[in-house]
């Protein structure tokens, strides 16, 4: 119900955006979220948005998260890409009120499959 797109390999320095697309419900009054999981890594938080966007602080100022309600789609806008960007990004929904942290992925019950983002250096 959740389809990530967008990724690629890019230079270090450059720009790259995620689109997630959702179907079969609509997610609009639920928080989105981006995790990333790195090679041999454990998936980690990278932003999340109901209204107002919330950032790891590996990434503010760098990246911004935006949705459009009306097409069900969340976005997750990509500057200034270093190499340690690199990983296989994933969207999640949380169909159910969030009463703790939402930079946990226990907050999310819905995951897209990932797609994978390459920064060179």
């Known amino acids: 119900q959740l389809q990530a797109s967008g990724g690629g390999l890019v230079q270090a320095g450059g720009s790259l955006r995620l689109s997630c697309a959702a179907s079969?419900?609509?997610?609009?009054?639920?928080?989105m979220g981006w995790f990333r999981q790195a090679a041999g890594e454990e998936r980690e938080f990278v932003a999340a948005?109901?209204?107002?966007?919330h950032y790891a602080e590996s990434v503010k100022g760098r990246f911004t998260v935006s949705r459009d309600n009306a097409k069900n789609t969340v976005w997750l806008q990509m500057n200034n890409l270093k190499s340690e960007d690199t990983a296989v990004y994933y969207c999640?929904?949380?169909?159910?009120?969030?009463?703790?942290?939402?930079?946990?992925?226990?907050?999310?019950?819905?995951w897209g499959q990932g797609t994978e983002v390459t920064v060179s250096s």
């Open positions: 948005i109901r209204w107002n966007g």
């Open positions: 999640a929904a949380a169909s159910k009120p969030v009463y703790g942290n939402i930079t946990s992925e226990g907050s999310f019950d819905y």
């Open positions: 079969g419900r609509n997610f609009g009054s639920s928080i």
